[in-house]
């Protein structure tokens, strides 16, 4: 299996809604993303965790609560979205092998819309 | 700061025509991916070039690391509509290696 697999591919949300993305991973890689992509702009990094454990949070908002259950999934809980969160969120997994990246394998992404 | 710097940012061909997508940077990288995304989609990856002076071909693409590992590019021989999409490239940094500093993409269109 060479898939991240994203649910839902579709989510429209409340303000004062909560809800939560779900990501998944049975490539056994020990790195997971959250990414955020603004349309017609590059992805931009919120959350990085290795071995099941936060290893960077780029500064992102509090309403943006990830979780990492165990190797193969990876959760990011939302709360109290603006309707400037809305884009795609794209989860990925990674190996790096003796300090090198040999890539990302994204999942096709989660299209958020906040109203 | 904006660490890589990929241009151009839009280009419009015609099909069988060849082009060049280029990737610079004053710091070097550990490795540097190239990926395609397509619209509503995550980015696939096509590529990952390690060592300085690396060329790798896939098909028609033809990609190369810079020898100093700053920068590289992506040539297309012959395009056609089915390379249309947005070219992504990203480098990672020799400390931190898990993250990735992207490009801003180049916007590809092959027309018919």
């Known amino acids: 299996d060479t898939e991240v697999t994203q649910t839902p591919k579709h989510l429209v949300m409340g303000m004062t809604n909560k809800k939560s993305l779900k990501c998944e991973q049975h490539m056994g890689h020990r790195a997971m993303y959250w990414y955020k992509q603004k349309a017609k702009k590059p992805p931009e990094l919120m959350f990085v965790?290795?071995?099941?454990?936060?290893?960077i949070n780029e500064s992102v908002p509090s309403r943006f609560s990830p979780e990492c259950p165990n190797s193969s999934l990876l959760n990011l809980h939302l709360h109290a979205l603006q309707p400037e969160d809305s884009a795609l969120y794209l989860c990925?997994?990674?190996?790096?092998?003796?300090?090198?990246?040999?890539?990302?394998?994204f999942g096709s992404g989660t299209r958020l819309t906040v109203v | 700061t904006q660490l890589l710097e990929q241009s151009p940012q839009f280009l419009s061909i015609q099909e069988g025509e060849n082009l060049t997508v280029y990737c610079n940077s004053s710091?070097?990288?550990?490795?540097l991916q190239w990926y395609r995304q397509e619209p509503g989609e995550g980015p696939v990856l096509l590529v990952t070039v390690v060592t300085g002076g690396e060329v790798k071909k896939l098909k028609r693409l033809t990609f190369q690391f810079g020898d100093a590992r700053k920068d590289s590019s992506l040539h297309i021989t012959a395009a056609q509509p089915g390379d249309t999409g947005l070219y992504l490239c990203a480098g990672a940094r020799i400390q931190g290696a898990q993250k990735l500093v992207f490009g801003q993409g180049t916007r590809l269109t092959i027309n018919p």
């Open positions: 965790y290795s071995y099941e454990k936060l290893s």
């Open positions: 710091s070097v990288f550990s490795s």
């Open positions: 990925a997994s990674s190996q790096v092998v003796a300090g090198t990246n040999y890539g990302y394998t």
